[in-house]
């Protein structure tokens, strides 16, 4: 068991760090190539930063353990909404670009609506996935066009190391060389532990994988908070919703159909609710205040508790309709 949990943080790590050091070689290739910042954004980068959630939920399905490939984009775009932007805002009160309110949400509200129908049977079909997918690169053409017609929001984007290809390739290779060894390695862990405490891989993936995972994000939110400068970070935060359930689980159905039996209703419907309340909470002034930081934050705590109390004593809590 300890061994177990030292090959999950091993593996985490290496996944954060293979992800970044991937993104860092292909956004300066893609500069070289002259590709638009607006483009490199929007996609390199932003892919990037869902690499771990993709890598580790690819490999859960490819090893026949979809309830933890669910689970982890489900317990991220939670951990994203209700803890990473709750604690933000408990630091101080956050303001949100209008970019974000308008744009991002209403697409990360509509991403949790349609995971909901498309899970109502409880799997995920490749006609699902191709869905998924479909809506994801429509998002993207629209999101791109808008950003192109549109002045940039917040500060400047920082300048590009000028790195020669050779280097930039290496980081690449060996980016992907982390992603996939590290995810190897927390996939199988986790499913040990799991196992272990019996304690089912959808639990696993709605708690340690998720929370794994959006780590960086909490860091990074926290940080920018404390500075002043969050509205950048939650709306990456935000955005990355969209990418974790409409790319990531599309094209991880793509590759495997997946059952989520032990992804309840009440979780994608937390989920979507969470973003809907988000979106509640900062329609009015753009703003997220300290008290509702409290609420979000509080809303967490509560469903890690739920969650929890069924995994210990399921004998005493009724089962929850799928």
Same mark, same amino acid.
């Given at each position: 068991?300890?061994?177990?949990?030292?090959?999950?943080?091993?593996?985490?790590?290496?996944?954060?760090?293979?992800?970044?050091?991937?993104?860092?070689?292909?956004?300066?290739?893609?500069?070289?190539?002259?590709?638009?910042?607006?483009?490199? *954004?929007?996609?390199?980068?932003? @892919?990037?930063?869902?690499?771990?959630?993709?890598?580790?939920?690819?490999?859960?399905?490819?090893?026949?353990?979809?309830?933890?490939?669910?689970? /982890?984009?489900?317990?991220? &775009?939670?951990?994203?909404?209700?803890?990473?932007?709750?604690?933000?805002?408990?630091?101080?009160?956050?303001?949100?670009?209008?970019?974000?309110?308008?744009?991002?949400?209403?697409?990360?509200?509509?991403?949790?609506? @349609?995971?909901?129908?498309?899970?109502?049977? /409880?799997?995920?079909?490749?006609?699902?996935?191709?869905?998924?997918?479909?809506?994801?690169?429509?998002?993207?053409?629209?999101? @791109? %066009?808008?950003?192109?017609?549109?002045?940039?929001?917040?500060?400047?984007?920082?300048?590009?190391?000028?790195?020669?290809? %050779?280097?930039?390739?290496?980081?690449? $290779?060996?980016?992907?060389?982390?992603?996939?060894?590290?995810?190897?390695?927390?996939? &199988?862990?986790?499913?040990?532990?799991?196992?272990?405490?019996?304690?089912?891989?959808?639990?696993? *993936?709605?708690?340690?994988?998720?929370?794994? +995972?959006?780590?960086?994000?909490?860091?990074?939110?926290?940080?920018?908070?404390?500075?002043?400068?969050?509205?950048?970070?939650?709306? /990456?935060?935000? *955005?990355?919703?969209?990418?974790?359930?409409?790319?990531?689980?599309?094209?991880?159905?793509?590759?495997?159909?997946?059952?989520? /039996?032990?992804?309840?209703?009440?979780?994608?419907?937390?989920?979507?609710?969470?973003?809907?309340?988000?979106?509640?909470?900062?329609?009015?002034?753009?703003?997220?205040?300290? %008290?509702? *930081?409290?609420? $979000? +934050?509080?809303?967490?705590?509560?469903?890690?508790? %739920?969650?929890?109390?069924?995994?210990?004593?399921?004998?005493?809590?009724?089962?929850?309709?799928?």
């Amino acid at each position: 068991m300890v061994l177990d949990i030292i090959y999950i943080i091993v593996g985490i790590a290496l996944v954060l760090w293979g992800a970044d050091r991937m993104t860092d070689g292909a956004v300066s290739i893609a500069h070289r190539l002259r590709i638009p910042q607006i483009v490199i *954004g929007l996609t390199i980068v932003a @892919l990037g930063t869902s690499m771990p959630e993709l890598c580790i939920s690819l490999v859960s399905a490819l090893k026949g353990t979809s309830d933890l490939a669910v689970g /982890n984009v489900v317990g991220s &775009n939670i951990f994203n909404t209700l803890l990473i932007v709750g604690v933000a805002a408990l630091v101080t009160p956050i303001t949100i670009l209008r970019s974000t309110v308008t744009k991002d949400m209403p697409w990360s509200v509509l991403a949790g609506i @349609l995971l909901i129908a498309l899970c109502i049977d /409880n799997k995920i079909s490749r006609l699902d996935a191709f869905i998924l997918v479909a809506v994801f690169l429509f998002f993207l053409v629209y999101t @791109l %066009w808008q950003a192109k017609k549109g002045k940039p929001e917040g500060p400047a984007k920082e300048a590009v190391e000028d790195t020669p290809v %050779w280097k930039s390739t290496f980081f690449i $290779l060996l980016g992907l060389a982390c992603l996939i060894f590290g995810s190897n390695l927390f996939v &199988n862990s986790a499913t040990d532990v799991a196992r272990a405490l019996n304690v089912s891989d959808a639990v696993i *993936g709605l708690t340690i994988v998720a929370g794994g +995972t959006s780590l960086p994000e909490l860091a990074t939110s926290a940080v920018a908070a404390k500075k002043g400068q969050s509205a950048i970070a939650i709306g /990456n935060v935000i *955005g990355s919703n969209v990418y974790n359930v409409l790319l990531i689980l599309g094209l991880t159905g793509i590759v495997c159909p997946m059952e989520t /039996n032990g992804i309840t209703m009440y979780d994608y419907g937390l989920m979507t609710l969470s973003m809907i309340l988000l979106w509640l909470f900062s329609f009015t002034r753009f703003k997220v205040e300290r %008290w509702e *930081g409290f609420v $979000l +934050t509080a809303i967490f705590i509560a469903y890690m508790g %739920w969650l929890i109390y069924n995994a210990v004593s399921p004998a005493s809590v009724p089962a929850v309709a799928q």
